[in-house]
């Protein structure tokens, strides 16, 4: 095995034009790697000590030592590889944040909190985020009180995601649910959140809904569409104060689209 997986290794590194030839020599590599770190005589050692030197330049090659320091408990040593590898893969946004997140693991057996923090923030506000999962573990970091103030500046940081919404939603802050629900563009978000929001802020939401759905009325010419629209006006039937919009909706569009057939015929299903 070790004779053919240096053979391939050493086949694959010649094909310098290759466009794979990348993850090709970090995939033999790293199996090589794994050979040879099964035996400790000297001869093994040195091999696995060139085959670093020769291509620590690949990323799996580096995933593969700092994964050995942390099978060994050689965090330091693990941590300044991850320190570099941040620094030469920083394109690779998925590669970072498996680096960050093994930081923050390591971190976390040794008991560094402030560290494993820093960790928690970057991975939630840079490297994944709205991630609900890192959003909970940071969330179990604070006090109740503390986390009342912690929280604004992820709200803050990540107000554009739609995760930010989820968050609301978690937190019981249903004003601002809905001020991101009127916010966003379309329907998702508003027939997404309607069941959190409908008790308090129907007429808010009836608005959102007749304001695209008579937004997207004037470009819409098919059918389908205007069966979808059918099935959208009857939720919002289901809504208080319901009734009296969706009705207001039917007549103005009976009166402004009367030569639209198809319309016509999906409003008469209401």
């Known amino acids: 095995k070790l004779i053919f997986a240096r053979e391939k290794l050493a086949y694959i590194n010649q094909k310098k034009n290759d466009w794979s030839r990348e993850y090709h020599v970090g995939k033999w590599a790293s199996y090589y790697l794994a050979l040879l770190s099964k035996s400790d005589d000297q001869e093994s050692q040195q091999e696995l000590a060139r085959i670093y030197r020769t291509y620590w330049s690949n990323t799996d090659v580096r995933k593969f030592a700092i994964n050995q320091c942390i099978e060994e408990k050689d965090y330091q040593r693990a941590l300044e590889i991850l320190d570099e590898s941040m620094q030469v893969d920083q394109e690779k946004r998925n590669t970072l944040a498996e680096y960050s997140r093994q930081k923050k693991a390591i971190y976390q057996l040794q008991g560094n909190r402030p560290a494993y923090l820093d960790q928690l923030w970057e991975l939630l506000l840079k490297y994944t985020p709205g991630d609900l999962d890192g959003y909970h573990e940071l969330k179990e970091q604070y006090s109740t009180a503390e986390w009342a103030t912690e929280r604004e500046r992820v709200f803050q940081q990540l107000s554009a995601s739609a995760q930010v919404a989820k968050m609301y939603q978690e937190e019981g802050l249903k004003d601002r649910l809905l001020a991101y629900v009127i916010k966003y563009p379309g329907l998702d978000a508003v027939s997404c959140y309607e069941d959190e929001l409908k008790v308090e802020y129907s007429s808010q939401l009836l608005a959102k809904y007749r304001k695209e759905l008579e937004q997207a009325a004037v470009y819409t010419s098919n059918r389908k569409q205007y069966a979808m629209y059918v099935t959208i006006l009857r939720r919002m039937k289901k809504l208080a104060g319901g009734s009296k919009v969706v009705d ?23």
Do not use: G, H, Q, V
């Open 248 to 270: 207001s909706i039917i007549e103005t569009w009976r009166k402004d689209y009367k030569n639209r057939r198809a319309m016509m015929d999906e409003l008469r299903k209401i």
